[in-house]
């Protein structure tokens, strides 16, 4: 298509706008619960409101997008994205941050429907590749917003107008997606029945990978959106603003993460997909519990290996099913997608509440903060132990 770079590069201005107002969100929970009196749990809320959003969203619009197409889906995308950012930047308690963010959420939600099988179906010879350099704007804009943060903070830029920045990318992209003409999805290119695409939907593969997409991203989602607050004494010395500072922990991850995918093609070549998946949640494992026991600059080297851990979660979950089950098209990668932000919904008000049970027990917040990541180890451990089974019964095959 002449129109497919111009495509691909709004796909990944909406999926890098979406991942900045999450990233920021990170630096916003402490500033939040300070001002709007909320609890952990209550932030903890609000954190898995986003989602909620993608979870619901994902799901609905992945099936819309075989039934009416991408353009509409992508419609919806902008309206809910202009309308988290207008709700945030005017929000006023708990109830107006919650539906806030849970607009974004569906802003991202639709993303993911309609952007990666738009992705999938622009390069059919090259999905996991560009699924891994799609998914690295993701990274880079988590960063992006907490950096954003850390500077805005040190300069007295409030939240309120550091969201607002956020509507000037949203209109461009909104603008590169005005009239453009959109391919159709992998399952009607290869003529594909609504019933070929839900067979390959319950098949016994898919339904595994769909699960353990589930938990990889409980690990992906929780941990990192729960860092700058678990740290937010840790880097008092290097920065002097601990909350601040330690949203610099969690752009040094993304920013970790987008390198990592950036280079994914060689490194999926050389280990296979499930290779790269037991190697990622080794890293994963050990580097939150690095975290955990780690403090000053240690702390920046034990998110590295975390963030190389991690970082091929997410698109290589994703690539797996695009090539071993096309046939699912934009419904199974929505599915997947799903499952993916059900996982880390469900962890976060879970971390909440391990937060703030660590932090009656030892009344030390970076304490308390460390004693909870060791609890997420327990979920890398055994997804180790799945795909190193996988691994060798694909060695055997």
Partial sequence: MKNKNRLFIASALSLFVTAVAFGARSGYL????????????????????????????????????????????????????????????????????????????????????????LVTALYPDKKTGRL???HSWNAIGIATGGIMVFVCNHLAVGWRVQMSILLIPTLLYGFMFLKQKFPATERAALGGSYKDMLRAIVSPLFLFLAFLMILTSSVEFGANQWIPSLFE????????????????????????????????????RVLSPVGVLLVSVLFAGVGIYMMSVSSG?????????????????????????????????????????????????????????????????????????????????????????????MFIQQRKS
């Fill in 30 to 117: 402490i500033p939040w619960m300070k001002e709007f009196s909320l609890t952990a749990v209550e932030a903890g809320w609000i954190a898995s409101a986003f989602l909620w959003g993608v979870t619901v969203s994902v799901l609905l619009f992945g099936l819309l997008v075989e039934t009416y197409g991408t353009a509409k889906v992508i419609t919806v995308l902008f309206i809910a994205q202009l309308a988290g950012i207008i709700m945030t930047i005017f929000a006023v308690g708990f109830w107006s941050l919650f539906f806030a963010t849970l607009f974004i959420g569906v802003a991202n939600g639709c993303v993911n429907a309609a952007c990666n099988p």
């Fill in 132 to 134: 891994n350099l799609f």
């Fill in 233 to 268: 004494n840790a880097v008092v010395g290097m920065f002097g603003e601990g909350a601040f500072g330690s949203v610099l922990i969690l752009a040094w991850i993304s920013l970790a993460m987008a390198m990592a995918r950036f280079f994914a093609t060689p490194v999926v």
């Fill in 297 to 389: 600059w240690l702390i920046f080297v034990a998110a590295t290996i975390f963030a190389f851990g991690v970082a091929y979660f997410w698109p290589n979950m994703l690539g797996l099913v695009a090539d071993r089950r096309p046939m699912s098209g934009a419904l199974g990668l929505a599915i997947m997608g799903g499952m993916g932000t059900l996982g880390g919904a469900i962890i976060q008000p879970i971390i909440g509440g391990i937060f703030d049970n660590q932090l009656q027990q030892h009344s030390d917040r970076l304490v308390a903060g460390a004693a909870t990541l060791q609890y997420i180890i327990v979920i890398p451990v055994f997804l180790f132990s799945v795909f190193a089974v």
